[in-house]
Nanobody
Framework: QVQLVESGGGLVQAGGSLRLSCAAS????????MAWYRQAPGKQRELVAR???????INEDSVKGRFTISRDNGKNTMYLQMNSLKPEDTAVYYC????????????WGQGTQVTVSS
């Protein structure tokens, strides 16, 4: 099992910045990729950014140039630096981890609210 705990959400004005953190614990040796998803009210959950063990990253088009995903393997923590925030970035942000050992599995954190005021 893998446990994921997010932190760093909050209320910020448009144009501001926040940094989300996701601390992983448990059977982290099997994780091959981690990601941030978000879900706004009335909308489906969507991928924001993903980072593999090899460091490859992908970002959703609307956050390119504004959000940066990173991992600190020594601290077993993933980050999402969010700059130039917009009201449309308002959502619950979820940490996600894909594990391939000992079995294939997907894990989710409890989510952290990000609210951007105009």
């Amino acid at each position: 099992q893998v446990q994921l705990v997010e932190s760093g959400g909050g209320l910020v004005q448009a144009g501001g910045s926040l940094r989300l953190s996701c601390a992983a614990s448990g059977h982290i040796f099997g994780i091959n990729a981690m990601a941030w998803y978000r879900q706004a009210p009335g909308k489906q959950r969507e991928l924001v950014a993903r980072v593999t063990n090899g460091g490859s990253t992908i970002n959703e088009d609307s956050v390119k140039g504004r959000f940066t995903i990173s991992r600190d393997n020594g601290k077993n923590t993933m980050y999402l630096q969010m700059n130039s925030l917009k009201p449309e970035d308002t959502a619950v942000y979820y940490c996600n981890a894909d594990s391939i050992l000992p079995t294939t599995n997907t894990y989710w954190g409890q989510g952290t609210q990000v609210t951007v005021s105009s």
